[in-house]
């Protein structure tokens, strides 16, 4: 959690991911996960949802009650990380492959999901253009704003190149890392969304 939350905080997100869990609040976020999880199925897995489920068991769900992944003290800035939260992590986590382990890797897999959701979104009709799509995700949802958005990602990126990325990690990882259609007609044509 803590590399995640550096490699990820250090990728142009506001916060880690960590970070966001314990402000939102474990309890919040195992809800929405479940709820995602209902609603688009092998599509939102990965990871194990008992790491969630642990520390929401165990009272730790974040700044809230002075636990989660953190510690967190009244009038005190310091928040070190919770040994009880990571040893709930560490007990369910699952690890990931060699081949895909490494900080950048860790930053991709978050990056081409949530850019795979941005896309399918559009493709979908629930954006009407890449630009609303851009705007909504840097402003908020927190996505890096120095990459412009999702679909200027994609662009700089190329399409191919993000899709080689994500079949790469369905391979590890499975459905979650399947690509819509939309990206991969854009990675054959060599299409971008900005001309």
Not at 15 to 39: S, Y
Not at 43 to 51: A, I, L, Q, S, T
Not at 89 to 108: Q, W, Y
Request: charged residues 20%; contains cysteine; neutral net charge.
């Amino acid at each position: 959690a803590v590399v995640s939350t550096q490699s990820t905080w250090g990728a142009g997100f506001p916060v880690g991911i960590a970070t966001l869990i314990d402000e939102v609040g474990i309890d919040v976020a195992a809800h929405v996960a479940e709820d995602l999880q209902k609603a688009f199925g092998s599509r939102f897995g990965g990871g194990n949802p008992e790491v969630l489920k642990g520390l929401v068991e165990a009272k730790m769900m974040g700044r809230k009650s002075e636990k989660g992944l953190f510690t967190y003290a009244k009038g005190s800035k310091e928040r070190p990380v919770n040994q009880e939260g990571m040893n709930i992590v560490k007990k369910f986590a699952t690890v990931a492959p060699a081949a895909t382990a490494g900080d950048e890797d860790i930053v991709l897999r978050m990056v081409t999901r949530f850019a795979n959701e941005a896309v399918a979104s559009h493709q979908d009709g629930i954006l009407a253009t890449p630009l609303e799509g851009d705007i909504g995700a840097v402003f908020g949802l927190g996505f890096p704003p120095f990459s412009g958005g999702p679909f200027r990602y994609i662009d700089t990126m190329g399409a191919s190149t993000f899709v080689d990325h994500m079949r790469r990690f369905e391979q590890s990882y499975g459905v979650a890392f399947t690509p819509c259609q939309m990206l991969v007609d854009m990675a054959k044509s060599g299409k971008k969304f900005y001309n």
